[in-house]
């Protein structure tokens, strides 16, 4: 089955620092790819997907590319906010399964 | 925006007893799934309900646990006996289509303490 190996946390910044989360996975096929985040007391929330080789997911000024050569998804952000404290969950898919595989998470603090 | 509720936020239970986690999915969802969270550990996949019935379960959603969707709007996780090593946030989450494209939309769980 799918399995995601994540960067390890937690990961500590400075506002207006740039961000890089690893994540890389394991599937048959070629998945669809996500990121989820979770802010503190909320349940896990979309950020971005992409769903094919080469494409970029994208949203709140982050950034993933689907790496099928590589098998990896990596989450980018240029300049991070205090408000983008929270844990960052990378997730494959497989169409036609019903199951997500999340890695650990990897928890963000960005200090002002 | 159309949410997934779940309730109650917090629970806590003696070992042995009977829970039953409640989720409302967004209305014209279709696909629904239990998910958990052990403290420090992955999110883990239990089970997922499609048409009335269960469509996947993982090793974890042994004879223990159950789900349900008793009225066409609620969905509900019941655990029978409930273990200590069953502490962990449970989170529900709705999709109106194969899951492989579209995302999950997930409540924002249920913390369950087993003493």
């Known amino acids: 089955g799918n399995s995601v190996t994540q960067m390890e946390g937690p990961v500590t910044l400075s506002e207006e620092a740039f961000l890089t989360i690893n994540c890389t996975y394991t599937a048959t096929g070629y998945p669809s790819l996500f990121w989820y985040v979770q802010y503190p007391g909320e349940g896990l929330q979309l950020l971005l997907k992409a769903t094919k080789a080469d494409d970029k997911g994208s949203n709140k000024g982050f950034e993933a590319t689907y790496r099928k050569e590589t098998t990896s998804f990596h989450l980018e952000k240029g300049s991070v906010q205090v408000s983008d404290s929270a844990v960052y969950f990378c997730a494959p898919a497989q169409g036609g399964s019903e199951k997500l595989v999340f890695g650990k998470g990897t928890k963000l603090t960005v200090n002002p | 925006e159309p949410e997934v509720t779940q309730t109650p936020s917090h629970q806590v239970t003696q070992m042995g007893q009977e829970v039953i986690l409640r989720c409302v999915p967004i209305s014209n969802h279709l696909y629904f799934y239990w998910y958990r969270q052990i403290l420090g550990q992955k999110v883990e996949f239990l089970v997922s309900?499609?048409?009335?019935?269960?469509?996947?379960k993982s090793e974890i959603f042994d004879d223990q646990f159950s789900v349900e969707r008793p009225d066409g709007s609620n969905f509900t996780l019941k655990i029978r006996s409930t273990k200590l090593e069953d502490s962990a946030m449970y989170f529900c989450?709705?999709?109106?289509?194969?899951?492989?494209?579209?995302?999950?939309?997930f409540g924002n769980g249920t913390r369950l303490t087993v003493t």
């Open positions: 989450a709705s999709s109106d289509a194969d899951r492989g494209i579209t995302p999950l939309h």
């Open positions: 309900f499609y048409n009335n019935e269960i469509s996947e």
